[in-house]
């Protein structure tokens, strides 16, 4: 009773097989997709490439208090201080990140130095696209991780452009 049992069981499971087998294949298009993220979602809690955020001023968040290469539990955050001038000011306290680099062949997305930021400077952005060929390449810099500054341009047109100038 039990070898009748086994391959009636085996016959519905080759059923739904066969069945699935010859239905149309639905395939997401990824790179071609709609909208700015060419067709990717992202849910709320995505941790993508991290970012390094200005304030307002423009001048950048982070004061060099090393709070984030502390918590990171990889050890994948390296950073040099160096001290503000009043000829050139780079961030709003008296200190600054010469260097910033993030490994991203260590790093495994934990999120522990963005809690650990005491200003808010390092976030998680929606960049998904790390994987590389070249080891090298996925040693973050600062220039890499830096937000660019808004600006807007000289003339607006319409509604439009200044929506696209603020997006």
Do not use: W
Not at 41 to 69: I, M, P, S, T
Not at 128 to 152: G, I, P, Y
């Amino acid at each position: 009773m039990s070898i009748i049992r086994d391959a009636a069981a085996i016959a519905k499971g080759m059923t739904i097989t066969l069945k699935e087998a010859f239905q149309p294949t639905e395939v997401e298009n990824y790179p071609d997709g709609k909208g700015p993220m060419r067709g990717a979602q992202f849910q709320q809690r995505f941790r993508g490439k991290h970012q390094l955020q200005r304030d307002e001023n423009g001048l950048e968040k982070c004061v060099a208090c090393f709070l984030c290469a502390a918590a990171c539990p990889s050890n994948c955050i390296y950073i040099e201080a160096a001290e503000n001038t009043e000829e050139t000011r780079i961030s709003s306290a008296e200190r600054y990140a010469k260097v910033y680099n993030i490994d991203y062949n260590r790093c495994i997305f934990c999120g522990y130095c963005v809690e650990a930021c005491p200003t808010d400077a390092i976030t998680h952005g929606h960049g998904f696209e790390l994987a590389s060929l070249n080891a090298t390449s996925l040693v973050m810099r600062k220039q890499d991780l830096l937000v660019q500054v808004k600006t807007l341009p000289d003339n607006v047109q319409s509604n439009k452009d200044m929506a696209e100038s603020l997006a």
